[in-house]
């Protein structure tokens, strides 16, 4: 930009006041970034990120039942789904051109034990509902997740011993679940406890077994985050966690521990990484994206679906907008899709267009 001598008078300011004003500032108008926004058509033309379909994985949560849905009352909107409903809410998934799904267990607090017994069991939700899915709607990819937190009577991921949470002990139980998510037919393992050395052990088992198409989405840079509230709501654990999850997820003050966490579980086998939370941590996105340059992902958790859904219920903002705007911060800040319990209703927006 020049700055003096003040290039003016310009034919485009129309009036003398508006003129005198523009010399009396030195107003530099050679630059007018508004000129590419001045109709749809200029500002679709210079979009740098755009939004599709593509970049969903809509999170499920299951219930014993039959034809049973009942609501989460922390997430509006959102529901628990007997099995047979999850597979129905599966095919609309399907048609809708949603990617995949991520299952996510409320389990019966009578099956829950200290040593999360019910994550491998054959016969439970998870394995029942990814079985169903996929003998109805093959072609919708099925993540499932790793930690044995809806499983425990005390609600932490991992196996305990008094206050501590056991890492080793608890890498081979989840392995073991693991396995048996694989064998029911999941595409993606998600381990989302964040114990050490969990995405190698994984690998290591689902490749034995040979499952080395299975892939591994690994919640490499997961935080101790206020934003899963709701979540716990949904599965059930909120009431029974002891503690907090401190000493296995990331401190919130920290940033390049992230990029520790994603290398290791990239040397470790991972196949794609996420971030979670999801717009609290977008510089985590980035920076991730920027230094890997893997397939990388965000969730949008419970809570931050939970503060769109109350503000729009409110009327306090408009839900569908702040809905939209959220999900294309993800992928401004480079992710290549997110997690989001707002995937049907973000499926179903863009279809209308
Ligand atoms: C637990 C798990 C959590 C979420 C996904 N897997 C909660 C936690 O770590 O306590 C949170 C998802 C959300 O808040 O939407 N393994």
Same mark, same amino acid.
């Given at each position: 930009? &020049?700055?003096?001598?003040?290039?003016?008078?310009?034919?485009?300011?129309?009036?003398?006041?508006?003129?005198?004003?523009?010399?009396?500032?030195?107003? !530099?108008?050679?630059?007018?970034?508004?000129?590419?926004? *001045?109709?749809?058509?200029? $500002?679709?033309?210079?979009?740098?990120?755009?939004?599709?379909?593509?970049?969903?994985?809509?999170?499920? /949560?299951?219930?014993?039942?039959?034809?049973?849905?009942?609501?989460?009352?922390?997430?509006?909107?959102? /529901?628990?789904?007997?099995?047979?409903?999850?597979?129905?809410?599966?095919?609309?998934?399907?048609?809708? %051109?949603?990617?995949?799904?991520?299952?996510?267990?409320?389990?019966?607090?009578?099956?829950?034990?200290?040593?999360?017994?019910?994550?491998?069991?054959? %016969?439970?939700?998870?394995?029942?509902? @990814?079985?169903?899915? *996929?003998?109805?709607?093959?072609?919708? +990819?099925?993540?499932?997740?790793?930690?044995? #937190?809806?499983?425990? &009577?005390? %609600?932490?991921?991992?196996?305990?011993?008094?206050?501590?949470?056991?890492? #080793?002990?608890?890498?081979?139980?989840?392995?073991?679940?693991?396995?048996?998510?694989?064998?029911? +037919?999941? !595409?993606?393992?998600?381990? &989302? #406890?964040?114990?050490?050395?969990?995405?190698?052990?994984?690998?290591?088992?689902?490749?034995?077994?040979? /499952?080395?198409?299975?892939?591994?989405?690994?919640?490499?840079?997961?935080?101790?985050?206020?934003?899963?509230?709701? /979540?716990?709501?949904?599965?059930?654990? &909120? *009431?029974?966690?002891?503690?907090?999850?401190?000493?296995?997820?990331? #401190?919130?003050?920290?940033?390049?521990?992230?990029?520790?966490?994603?290398?290791?579980?990239?040397?470790?086998?991972?196949?794609?990484?996420?971030?979670?939370? +999801?717009?609290?941590?977008?510089?985590?996105?980035?920076?991730? *994206?920027?230094?890997?340059?893997?397939? @990388?992902?965000?969730?949008?958790?419970?809570?931050?679906?939970?503060?769109?859904?109350?503000?729009?219920? $409110?009327?306090?903002?408009?839900?569908?907008?702040?809905? @939209?705007?959220?999900?294309?911060?993800?992928?401004?800040? %480079?992710? !290549?899709?997110?997690?989001?319990?707002?995937?049907?209703?973000?499926?179903?927006?863009?279809?209308?267009?």
């Amino acid at each position: 930009m &020049s700055s003096s001598p003040t290039p003016f008078p310009r034919p485009n300011a129309r009036d003398a006041a508006a003129l005198e004003y523009a010399v009396e500032a030195r107003l !530099d108008l050679r630059h007018r970034l508004r000129r590419n926004r *001045k109709s749809d058509w200029a $500002r679709r033309l210079v979009r740098e990120n755009t939004l599709t379909v593509d970049d969903l994985i809509w999170p499920i /949560f299951l219930v014993e039942g039959r034809a049973h849905r009942e609501p989460v009352a922390s997430m509006p909107g959102v /529901f628990r789904l007997s099995v047979d409903e999850a597979a129905a809410e599966a095919e609309r998934a399907a048609e809708l %051109g949603i990617p995949a799904l991520a299952l996510f267990p409320f389990t019966d607090p009578a099956l829950r034990d200290a040593h999360g017994s019910e994550a491998l069991n054959e %016969g439970n939700l998870v394995c029942r509902a @990814t079985k169903l899915i *996929k003998e109805r709607t093959p072609q919708i +990819g099925i993540v499932t997740d790793v930690a044995l #937190d809806p499983y425990t &009577s005390h %609600g932490h991921d991992g196996l305990m011993e008094g206050e501590r949470i056991l890492n #080793d002990e608890t890498v081979a139980t989840l392995a073991a679940q693991a396995l048996l998510q694989a064998r029911m +037919g999941a !595409d993606v393992i998600a381990p &989302s #406890d964040m114990m050490d050395g969990r995405v190698g052990a994984i690998r290591l088992a689902l490749d034995d077994a040979g /499952f080395h198409d299975v892939q591994i989405m690994a919640y490499a840079a997961k935080y101790a985050s206020a934003f899963y509230g709701p /979540f716990r709501d949904a599965v059930g654990t &909120s *009431k029974t966690l002891v503690g907090d999850k401190r000493t296995y997820q990331m #401190d919130p003050a920290n940033a390049r521990e992230a990029l520790r966490e994603v290398a290791l579980d990239l040397e470790e086998g991972a196949d794609m990484v996420m971030v979670k939370p +999801g717009l609290a941590y977008l510089d985590i996105c980035w920076r991730v *994206k920027d230094t890997f340059g893997v397939p @990388t992902f965000a969730y949008q958790v419970s809570g931050e679906y939970a503060m769109i859904a109350a503000a729009a219920e $409110r009327g306090w903002i408009d839900g569908e907008r702040a809905m @939209t705007e959220s999900l294309l911060a993800f992928k401004r800040a %480079g992710c !290549d899709g997110v997690l989001t319990y707002f995937a049907p209703r973000v499926a179903e927006a863009l279809r209308r267009g």
